[in-house]
């Protein structure tokens, strides 16, 4: 079965960059350049994994991530963000997200979070 891993980010080199890694790994990937945007996807086409920007304009991270959990979106959440705050895993964990990363991702973190051989 090929994962489908959503990524929402408002910077469009992010999800360029995690998008090849996703696909080097032969992935499914779908994107959204908002929280917003990234509520619908997730709803409309169930993702197996969201890798879900803390920090974006209209609506941030731990706000879509509650939104998603409300409406019943029962697929791992990952937040991500290149700032990282003492408190950031908690506030992940309260809105519900299954764990949080740090910005940069790796091709290595990305395997072994969807638990897919690395190759070449």
Do not use: W
Request: proline share 5%; net charge negative; glycine share 8%.
């Amino acid at each position: 079965m090929t994962p489908r891993v959503l990524i929402v980010d408002d910077d469009p080199a992010i999800r360029l960059v995690t998008k090849r890694m996703l696909k080097n790994l032969k992935c499914e990937v779908l994107e959204a350049k908002d929280g917003l945007e990234g509520e619908r996807v997730a709803l409309e086409h169930n993702p197996d994994l969201i890798l879900l920007d803390i920090m974006m304009p209209m609506q941030d991270g731990y706000e879509t991530c509650t939104h998603l959990r409300q409406r019943g979106f029962q697929g791992r959440i990952l937040l991500f963000s290149a700032l990282v705050r003492e408190n950031e895993r908690g506030r992940a964990a309260a809105a519900g997200a299954s764990g949080y990363l740090q910005k940069p991702i790796t091709r290595e973190e990305l395997s072994q979070m969807l638990g897919l051989p690395l190759e070449g």
